[in-house]
């Protein structure tokens, strides 16, 4: 999510094709080098509620996740 | 005689030089200062569509992430509510002191619950559960305003929680989130580490940004339209 434009698609592929992986985590680190927030929208398997993951590393993100969201991290307003 | 005419004007050209350089250094330096006036990069055509795209997009992405309920509320309330999640320590004096110290620093220990939210046995929520009586205490996400704390059993405020989520990269056109972006980003930290996003805010009592009465008035708005809800769900179809 950036500011002022919203929705930005960054990178896409699979996880599991080598070359994908590798440009999916080189995103990743550029985005939280940059001082982003990534969090996954994760669906309870029992329950069906919805809820953010927030990951710290491209190893937490669950490996059903369709999708990783980055977004500024929060500061006090 | 003509050599005193010849020497007239070359006294006088003499003179006028220094006045014509002079005039001549002004313009430039005018035109130089004409120019820094309007920088190029000012010149670029604002896009007035721009927003309004990215709040369209910003919508879908926020209605694919949320619960039914929670996308539904936002559309027709314009905030959304989620359950507190933090475990607030039981109730007594000693857990009503240490909330107590939360609430003036709005940092401390692990369970940074929001002030005032010890005053009994609660639970917390479970993600992204919608809150009950049992639950100690709810959120009010309203998109780029401060995050409202309070009591469902009760109704009362506890405490507003400001917070952003600015554009560090180009804090010079101080762009901003869309709305619906703002509120995700809300929905997510909430539900994913309260306790980290209510650290980075700064935590206010009710009313230092949002109006009491209309926080109030949200709330009420919020019953009525989950009371509207469940009664349409239990009127009989036929």
Known sequence: MKPGYGEVLLTEGDPRLAEDEERLVAAFRRELDAGMWAAVPTKDAASGRRQGLMVHDYSEIPPEAERVIFFPRAAGG | MLLALLALGLLAAA???????????????????????VPRERLSVRDPGRERRAEQRARELLRSCLNGEEWAMYRE?????????????????GGRAADSDRAATGVGDESPAPAGAADGPHRAGEPGEP???EHSYAYLVYPHKPIVAYEPATRRLLSEYCVEFPDLSDAVTGARLPDSDDVLAKWMALTGD????????N?????????????RRDLWRLEEWERRRRRSAEAPRG
């Not at chain 2, 309260?194 to 805010?201: F, I, K, N, V």
């Not at chain 2, 935590?203 to 926080?215: C, I, S, T, Y």
């Open chain 2, 15 to 37: 003179l006028l030089l220094p006045a014509a350089m002079d005039a001549v250094r002004a313009r430039r330096a005018g035109s130089r200062r004409t120019g820094a006036r």
């Open chain 2, 77 to 93: 309330l314009g905030f959304i509510r989620v359950a507190g999640r933090t475990i607030v320590r039981g109730a007594g004096e």
């Open chain 2, 131 to 133: 809150p009950t009586d």
């Open chain 2, 194 to 201: 309260e306790q980290r996003l209510l650290r980075d805010a």
């Open chain 2, 203 to 215: 935590m206010h009592l009710p009313g230092r940004q949002l109006d009491p009465g209309r926080v």
